[in-house]
Structures are given as structure tokens and as C-alpha cells.
């Protein structure tokens, strides 16, 4: 559901699902969200009580998925019962877990705050939290059972969240709708603004169009590799950067970079480069990356390759709106691409 103080729609939704009992996972900034949403369910006779956990990527945790389950276990949640996370991606992805093994599985229902949560990651059933040295290695798939992208809450997030998200955005359009793009193309600045209800209509092109992929191969064994667009040097740079660069800017990096790669192997033309440049930096997504250096860079994905035993499959696009997956590129054209990429 997307929309704009759709309170009554969630509270709909927890009547539909009749749950025994209901949990609310939130962080510390996102608590006034998460009690709006208690308050909400409370006028249907349903207490639920809430859990902060700390506002930060390292909540996704081993220590937190635990604390989260003692919480679920302290409040009687027992299989009938639902978790509610209220939050960006740190909160959905952790309280996604918890829900996955709680229980041997409990309904989720997701109430994403972030722009980013709400076209991605509160979408496709991946939940998780981190290893001690590796992103969201403990996982589970999981499917939720309603998510309410509500879109007033996009008013508080900080300028730099609410930006680095459109590098995702820009992903789906790139990637896989060009009607996606235009539609981008057209109101940029009534994106900057925050206009809801053109967010509205972003948000539910990229929902479909994320939605449309993981019916397809929810288990990312094939075609759900097309949402990895931008990933392959993006990830590279995060890890080159010791994760200084965000994860919007480090994918911006790559989409341009993946875009320089398919016009050298000539199977796009400059003007999918070009458009793609401009509207990333409509957006605020510039092309210099803080400093990185690029034989950093091309080691970290070296190892990304030697973990995939031997393979890179790159997503390239071949014009806007329609990328491919799986393709193999030559050594030097990376080297090349990369290294000018960060001149
Ligand atoms: N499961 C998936 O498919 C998937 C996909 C993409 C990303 N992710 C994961 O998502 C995480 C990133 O998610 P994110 O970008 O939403 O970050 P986040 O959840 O860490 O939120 C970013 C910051 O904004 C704050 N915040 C959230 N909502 C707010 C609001 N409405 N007003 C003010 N502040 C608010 C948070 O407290 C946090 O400090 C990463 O861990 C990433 O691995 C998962
Ligand atoms: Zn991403």
C-alpha cells in the first residue's frame, strides 16, 4: 500500500491478519513513527508493545537478531502472532529475520521510513544481518505479509538519505522501465521537493517493477541478478572505501561504470551514457567519488570474483530501460574503465 496517513489502511490490514498478538521493531529515530503505528492498531484492541534498537547499520547484528527474539519471546508472541517493523532498511531487514525464525516463521508486516526501504529493500522478501566481516551474510527469505509505504515519512529523512536512494531509483529506470526514466527526466525538481504525490507514482513504478523480477526467481538463482545493476564496482568501491562511500553514491559509481563498459563492448550507444550521467546528477549523485584508489577498487573485486569462483556477470545496459544480465567482460576493459572512472 503507498500513499500518504494511511493509519486506517494499517489498521485494516492487522484486522484482515487477526494475529494473536503483535510486535512492533523500530530505532531511535524512527520511534515517534513506530508509536503513531501503535496507536493506530490500539483502536482496534490490539496492545502492541515496541522495540528500539540502536539507529545504525551495525544493529544488524547477530547480538540484535537475539535481543529482537528475547523481546518477541518476553512478549508472548507466539505463532499466530505478527511482527511489525517500523523503519528503514537496518529495522527491515533485522525484524524481517526475526520474524523468519521466530517461532519457525511469523507474519511480517513492513511499515518502511526510508525512501530506500520503501522501493527496495521492504520489497523481495530479503531479510538478514551482517556476518562479523561480511554484509547481510545470516539470511533468511521471507515474505511479508503487507507492506504500508507511507509517504509522509519521507518528510523528516536527512537530505543525504533521501538523496542517496535515487541512486536505487534511477536503477530500476535504467535497468528495467523507461517509462520510469522519462517520468524521472520530467519532475526532478518536484522529486527535490519531496512532492508526494509524484513520489507516489515513483514509488509504485519501482515497486512493480522489483515485484514483477522476484515473482519471477524469488530465490535470486537467475533473472533477479538484473536489480544488481550498479552493484558489481558499487560494492567495490564501498569495500575499497572501508564503506566511507554510501551505498547510493558507491552505486551511482557503478551504474556509470557499468554503462562505460557496455559502450566499449559497443553494445549500447554514448547517448545511454550520456542520459544516464545527467540525470544521476539531477538528482545530486555527481560522478567524482570521494578519493578512491582504483587498484584498490579492482582488487576488491578480484576477491568479489575469486568468492563467485571465477565469475563476474556483469549487468549491462543495451539501451534505456532494458539492461541484461551475465555478461562476461575482458580484464582490460574494467581496468580501463575503472581507472578513468576515478581520474
Ligand atoms: N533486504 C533487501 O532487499 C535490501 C535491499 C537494499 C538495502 N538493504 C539494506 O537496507 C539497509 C539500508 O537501509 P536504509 O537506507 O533505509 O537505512 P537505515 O534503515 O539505516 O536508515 C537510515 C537512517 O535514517 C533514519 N530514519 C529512518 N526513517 C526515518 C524517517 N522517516 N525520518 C528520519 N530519519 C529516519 C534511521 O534511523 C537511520 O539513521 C542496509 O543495511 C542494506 O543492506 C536491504
Ligand atoms: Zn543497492
Redesign the pocket.
Known amino acids: 500500500m503507498i500513499g500518504s496517513n494511511l493509519q486506517r489502511e494499517l489498521r485494516n490490514v492487522i484486522t484482515r491478519l487477526e494475529p494473536t498478538g503483535a510486535a512492533i521493531i523500530t530505532?531511535?529515530?524512527?520511534r515517534p513513527?513506530a508509536l503513531k503505528v501503535a496507536k493506530a492498531i490500539k483502536r482496534v484492541g490490539l496492545k502492541t508493545p515496541i522495540h528500539v534498537i540502536p539507529?545504525?547499520?551495525r544493529s544488524?547484528s547477530m547480538a540484535q537478531l537475539e535481543e529482537v527474539l528475547s523481546f518477541l519471546e518476553r512478549r508472548q508472541i507466539d505463532r499466530g502472532g505478527c511482527v511489525i517493523a517500523v523503519?528503514?532498511?537496518?529495522?527491515?531487514?533485522l525484524a524481517?529475520l526475526a520474524a523468519a525464525v521466530w517461532q519457525r516463521g511469523v507474519r511480517l508486516v513492513a511499515v518502511?521510513?526510508?525512501?530506500?526501504?520503501m522501493v527496495?529493500?521492504?520489497?523481495?522478501?530479503?531479510?538478514?544481518v551482517?556476518g562479523r566481516s561480511s554484509?547481510?551474510a545470516i539470511?533468511a527469505f521471507w515474505q511479508p505479509s503487507a507492506v504500508i509505504s507511507d509517504l509522509a515519512?519521507?518528510?523528516?529523512?536527512?537530505a543525504p538519505?533521501y538523496r542517496?536512494?535515487f541512486a536505487?531509483v534511477v536503477k530500476y529506470a535504467v535497468a528495467m522501465d523507461r517509462g520510469l526514466f522519462d517520468l524521472l527526466q520530467r519532475n526532478a525538481p518536484r522529486l527535490a521537493d519531496r512532492d508526494r504525490s509524484m513520489l507516489e507514482r515513483v514509488v509504485f513504478r519501482c515497486v512493480a517493477a522489483k515485484a514483477l523480477i522476484v515473482a519471477k526467481d524469488e530465490r535470486d538463482r537467475g533473472p533477479r541478478a538484473i536489480l544488481n545493476y550498479g552493484h558489481t564496482a558499487g560494492h567495490a568501491l564501498e569495500a575499497a572505501t572501508g564503506f566511507r562511500v554510501t551505498?547510493?553514491r558507491a552505486v551511482a559509481f557503478g551504474m556509470r561504470v557499468a554503462a562505460r563498459i557496455a559502450l566499449a563492448m559497443d553494445l549500447c550507444s554514448k547517448r545511454v551514457v550520456d542520459a544516464q550521467d545527467a540525470l544521476l546528477e539531477e538528482f545530486g549523485l555527481p560522478d567524482r567519488p570521494p578519493h578512491a584508489d582504483p587498484k584498490r577498487v579492482l582488487a576488491a573485486m578480484a576477491l568479489d570474483k575469486k568468492a563467485r569462483r571465477g565469475k563476474v556477470a556483469w549487468v549491462l545496459p543495451r539501451r534505456i530501460g532494458h539492461s541484461e544480465i551475465g555478461h562476461a567482460v575482458p580484464g582490460a576493459i574494467v581496468r580501463r574503465v575503472i581507472t578513468r572512472s576515478l581520474a
Do not use: Q, Y
Open positions: 530505532d531511535r529515530n524512527v513513527w539507529a545504525s547499520e544488524k523503519g528503514g532498511g537496518t529495522v527491515g531487514d524481517g518502511p521510513t526510508t525512501l530506500l526501504a527496495d529493500s521492504s520489497i523481495g522478501g530479503k531479510t538478514g551482517n554484509k547481510n539470511g515519512a519521507i518528510e523528516t529523512l536527512p538519505t542517496d536512494a536505487e551505498h547510493g
